[in-house]
C-alpha cells in the first residue's frame, strides 16, 4: 500500500492568527504532499515497496541513500509535528510537567531553552524534545534529519523550515517559535509519547 498524506486532526482555520489557513494549505497541501509523492515514487518495485514508513527512513539512512532519506523522514516529522499542535491552549498533565522540571529546573526554563534551540538552529531543520535513555533532552536536527533514524524517543518537535512559518511571520522566527510553543502545543500528545505513542501514530505502512 502506498503512504498517504493524512487528514489534519483539526480544521486549517482553527488557529487563528497563530497559524494560518493559507500556511496549512502550502505546508500541508503541498510540501507534505510532495514528500509523500517523492517517497512512493522512489519504493515503487523495490524490496522497500510495502514497508513501514520508519523502516524505509532507516534502510534509506544506513544506504546512503539521500533522496529517499530526505522525502521519507520530511512525511514522518510533518505526520508528527501536526499532531504536536493543538488550536486550543492546553495545561501540561503532571506527568510529563514533573519529567520537565526533573531535566529542566522548571517549564518556565524548559520553554525558553526550546525556543533558544529552535530559533538558533542555522538554516532549515527542525527542533525536538526527545526522550534520551531516561533523561529528556533538547536538540535540532537539519534538514529533513529525524530522531527515527537514531536511538532517540521523539516527545515533540517544532519544524523551523521558512515554509513552516513565512506566510504567517516572514523573517520573524523567534515570532513564530514563541507564539506555537505558548499557545498552540498539544501537551497530551507529548505526554503520551513517554511511552511512545507518536512514532504509532505517526509511522504508516
Known amino acids: 500500500m502506498a503512504f498517504a498524506l493524512p487528514d489534519l486532526p483539526y480544521d486549517k482555520t482553527a ?6 489557513k493559507d500556511t496549512f494549505d502550502y505546508h500541508h497541501g503541498k510540501h507534505h504532499n510532495a514528500y509523500v509523492g517523492k517517497t512512493n515514487d522512489a519504493v515503487a518495485g523495490t524490496d522497500l515497496e510495502g514497508k513501514k514508513l520508519s523502516e524505509v527512513i532507516k534502510a534509506a539512512h544506513a544506504s546512503g541513500n539521500k533522496g529517499l532519506f530526505n522525502n521519507s523522514a520530511q512525511v514522518w516529522n510533518h505526520s508528527f509535528f501536526w499532531q504536536c499542535l493543538s488550536p486550543e491552549t ?3 498533565p503532571a506527568n510529563l510537567k ?3 522540571e526533573e531535566s529542566f529546573g522548571s517549564v518556565d526554563a524548559f520553554k525558553e531553552q526550546f525556543k533558544n534551540e529552535a ?3 542555522f538554516a532549515s531543520g527542525w527542533a525536538w524534545l526527545v ?3 531516561d533523561k529528556l533532552e533538547i536538540t535540532s536536527l537539519h534538514d529533513a534529519d529525524s530522531p527515527v533514524a537514531h ?3 521523539p516527545l515533540l518537535t517544532l519544524d523551523v523550515w521558512e515554509h513552516a512559518y ?6 520573524a522566527r523567534p515570532g513564530y517559535v514563541g507564539t506555537v510553543l505558548d499557545k498552540a502545543i498539544n501537551w497530551e500528545f507529548v505526554a503520551q509519547n513517554l511511552d511512545g505513542e507518536g512514532i504509532s501514530r505517526a509511522d504508516q505502512g
Open 15 to 20: 488557529f487563528g492568527d497563530i497559524m494560518s
Open 90 to 92: 492546553q495545561e501540561m
Open 98 to 100: 514533573a519529567k520537565i
Open 119 to 121: 530559533v538558533g538552529h
Open 131 to 133: 526522550l534520551n535513555g
Open 151 to 153: 536511538s532517540m524517543k
Open 166 to 171: 513565512y506566510i504567517d511571520y516572514q523573517n
